[in-house]
């Protein structure tokens, strides 16, 4: 069954920057799935922010274009989201999955709070 674990989260002044990682086991071939970081705040859906394909291509939630970027060590298992120039807004608790995800495989997130 895959597992995936998110950290680096924290607390961060705005402006500030953080590196999530996401460490994949058990998933077969990871490299052929895309993957996606999600966040969900507070009274809010769970959203995607950034998707990363089997070839790399990326996209991103508008909400964080310009200042996320969404990498992929394949040969690590591992999903990576620098988030830079950090808000508010960005406060949540963020995950990584595949896209579209599975509900087998959310883990326990990594929570993100930017605050003064």
């Known amino acids: 069954q895959a597992q995936l674990v998110e950290s680096g989260g924290g607390v961060v002044q705005p402006g500030g920057s953080l590196r999530l990682s996401c460490a994949a086991s058990g998933i077969t071939f990871f490299n052929i799935y895309t993957m996606g970081w999600y966040r969900q705040a507070p009274g809010k859906q769970r959203e995607l922010v950034a998707a990363?394909?089997?070839?790399?291509?990326?996209n991103y939630a508008d909400s964080v274009k310009g200042r996320f970027t969404i990498s992929r060590d394949n040969a690590k298992n591992t999903v990576y989201l620098q988030m830079n120039s950090l808000k508010p807004e960005d406060t949540a608790v963020y995950y990584c999955?595949?896209?579209?995800?599975?509900?087998?495989?959310w883990g326990q997130g990594t929570q993100v709070t930017v605050s003064s």
């Open positions: 990363i394909s089997c070839g790399g291509g990326t």
């Open positions: 999955n595949t896209n579209p995800f599975s509900n087998k495989n």
